[in-house]
């Protein structure tokens, strides 16, 4: 059964850093592109980054310069440091898994909440 | 960036009603386009992708078509379970921006 659970949420200070992580089972994160979407509270999905299955990584605009996506192939992990954090990356992240050879997200994580706050 | 418009932002419909739900895109992004729908507390479920392919496991009164810059997601007849908040995403051009939800809810 595939699935995806994400760590390392919390509440953290402004300007402070954290790392999620997204732990995969049922396939290998090797063989799909992998997504960060979040969800601020009450408010809708906002895709955030994506890294392809041969590394090329794209982030949206609200977070480049300060979110680095990353796969560890050896852990079977997608990893999410965020730094230089503020109010309003205050979200559930979700992990997503895309369909082969697309970017279509067939298969969530429950979310991790993040709260950015002093 | 490519903006997603969906409409309506909220709907009111009964059990058995035929709904339908637009996305419209500012530019053109061929069939670039998935469908997720969303219960409160949980995480997305993608419906269609390439704006009319229903995905393994759901149900056939989903529906999706529209190619360009205007789509549609419909559900033929509406059940319990299908009251839940409704998103679409294009996957064109980066950034891959979503629309900003439908929420079903029951009249």
């Known amino acids: 059964e595939v699935q995806l659970v994400e760590s390392g949420g919390g509440l953290i200070q402004p300007g402070g850093s954290l790392r999620l992580s997204c732990t995969a089972s049922?396939?290998?994160?090797?063989?799909?592109?992998m997504a960060w979407v979040r969800q601020a509270p009450g408010k809708g999905l906002e895709w955030v980054s994506v890294?392809?299955?041969?590394?090329?990584?794209y982030y949206a605009d609200s977070v480049k310069g300060r979110f680095t996506i990353s796969r560890d192939n050896s852990r079977n992990t997608v990893n999410f440091q965020m730094s230089s954090l503020r109010a309003e990356d205050t979200a559930v992240y979700y992990c997503?898994?895309?369909?082969?050879?697309?970017?279509?997200?067939?298969?969530w994580g429950q979310g991790a909440l993040v709260t950015v706050s002093s | 960036d490519i903006q997603l418009t969906q409409s309506p932002s909220f709907l009111s419909a009964s059990v058995g009603d035929r709904v339908t739900i637009t996305c419209r895109a500012s530019?053109?992004?061929?069939?670039?386009l998935t469908w997720f729908q969303q219960k409160p507390g949980k995480a997305p479920k993608l419906l269609i992708y390439?704006?009319?392919t229903l995905q393994s496991g759901v149900p056939s009164r989903f529906s999706g078509s529209g190619s360009g810059t205007e789509f549609t997601l419909t559900i033929s007849s509406l059940q319990p379970e299908d009251f839940a908040t409704y998103y679409c995403q294009q996957l064109y051009s980066y950034p891959l921006t979503f629309g900003g939800g439908t929420k079903v809810e029951i009249k």
């Open positions: 049922g396939f290998t994160v090797s063989s799909n592109h």
């Open positions: 997503a898994r895309a369909r082969p050879s697309s970017l279509y997200l067939d298969q």
């Open positions: 890294i392809y299955t041969g590394g090329n990584t």
């Open positions: 390439a704006a009319s």
């Open positions: 530019q053109g992004i061929s069939n670039s």
